[in-house]
């Protein structure tokens, strides 16, 4: 019903940057928060960073001042930009998307695949 595709993701050295990208797709009626999760092992999955449609955002205090975040309520896509990378960044991003699908009348969350960020020291 609802497809969340990220790219992006890959090795990068200590100080570095990244950007992953995520698009939305499937019968959508409306998009509401989107936002991108991390998963270390042995860890639960973590909040990085979320966006409303309104352009309202929230950080993980480990990622103030490094990481942004943006949306293009039209094209239903999610940009997280990752700079001065730390090695403790290393772990699996995961867009998520909370969506109302076409008829629907409740709206519900939504994940993609995830993709691997490694950043070497």
């Known amino acids: 019903q609802v497809q969340l595709v990220e790219s992006g993701g890959g090795l990068v050295q200590a100080g570095g940057s990244l950007r992953l990208s995520c698009a939305a797709s499937?019968?959508?009626?409306?998009?509401?928060?989107m936002g991108w999760y991390r998963h270390f092992p042995g860890k639960q999955r973590e909040l990085v960073a979320s966006i409303t449609s309104g352009g309202g955002t929230n950080f993980a205090d480990s990622v103030k001042g490094r990481f942004t975040i943006s949306r293009d309520n039209a094209k239903r896509t999610v940009d997280l930009q990752m700079n001065s990378l730390k090695p403790e960044d290393t772990a699996v991003y995961y867009c998520?998307?909370?969506?109302?699908?076409?008829?629907?009348?409740?709206?519900?969350?939504?994940w993609g695949e995830g993709t691997l960020v490694t950043v070497s020291s």
């Open positions: 998520n998307a909370n969506v109302v699908l076409v008829g629907a009348r409740y709206e519900k969350d939504y």
């Open positions: 499937g019968s959508i009626f409306r998009t509401n928060t």
